[in-house]
């Protein structure tokens, strides 16, 4: 498997702009997560799926932000007007919910700059 | 509610020192235990893991054993190496609550040569 698939691995974009960003989770998995990591607040979960379906956005910042996953190997989480606040790592994890002692399994995130 | 709590950083030692980075957790019911590590540009890799109390997680030299007593998940390595420069996240996740994840704030680790 080629694991989780984040694109793009880097996005400079002006203030204002439309950002997309999106996550291919691992083929069976049926929880998907984004996350944003800054020096200054750590590792944040935004927004997470089970079965496609939104299961808690209360981490997305505000109503710019705004996230679809439209079938079992699509995410994307779209910034728009995106501003230079929002500059950030953003990461895509995937998880099977059953079981115990399942981790998560991250992609190599988006490295967002907004000037 | 669930929390892990880890050691602040960062944490700077010579290579081939012992390292230990310490992580204690509260939890409702029974958790799993993980270790993440995250390399310079890259995103979170599972270290090491245990499910239930006095299993050790073991992985690349590093080691953890669960400690239900003390609440701790301690990882530690005999001899660390330039390449083990890192993030170190501690984390948990309990079945009765889907299995999420919850987060330490991470450790930095630099080993200098």
């Known amino acids: 498997d080629a694991g989780v698939i984040q694109s793009p691995r880097h996005e400079v974009t002006e203030m204002g702009q439309e950002v997309t960003l999106r996550c291919k989770p691992i083929s069976g998995h049926d929880y998907l997560f984004w996350y944003r990591q800054t020096m200054m607040r750590g590792l944040e979960l935004l927004i997470y799926f089970n079965n496609n379906v939104p299961i808690d956005d209360s981490g997305m910042p505000e109503d710019r932000f705004s996230a679809k996953m439209p079938n079992a190997s699509f995410s994307t989480l779209k910034i728009q007007p995106s501003e230079p606040r929002d500059s950030a790592v953003y990461f895509c994890?995937?998880?099977?919910?059953?079981?115990?002692?399942?981790?998560?399994?991250f992609g190599s995130g988006t490295r967002l700059t907004v000037v | 509610g669930n929390s892990v709590t880890q050691m602040e950083g960062p944490v700077t030692l010579s290579e081939e020192a012992f390292l230990t980075i310490n992580c204690t957790y509260t939890?409702?019911?029974?958790?799993?235990l993980f270790w993440y590590v995250q390399y310079p540009g890259e995103g979170l890799q599972l270290l090491l893991k245990?499910?239930?109390?006095?299993d050790k997680g073991s992985n690349k030299g590093f080691e953890a054993t669960y400690r239900k007593e003390t609440t701790s998940f301690h990882l530690e390595k005999g001899s660390v190496q330039v390449s083990d420069s890192a993030v170190y996240f501690c984390a948990l996740s309990e079945k009765n609550a889907g299995n999420m994840l919850t987060f330490g704030g991470g450790t930095r680790l630099m080993v200098k040569p």
């Open positions: 245990a499910t239930k109390a006095d």
């Open positions: 994890a995937s998880s099977t919910g059953t079981g115990r002692g399942y981790g998560y399994t």
């Open positions: 939890a409702t019911g029974y958790p799993s």
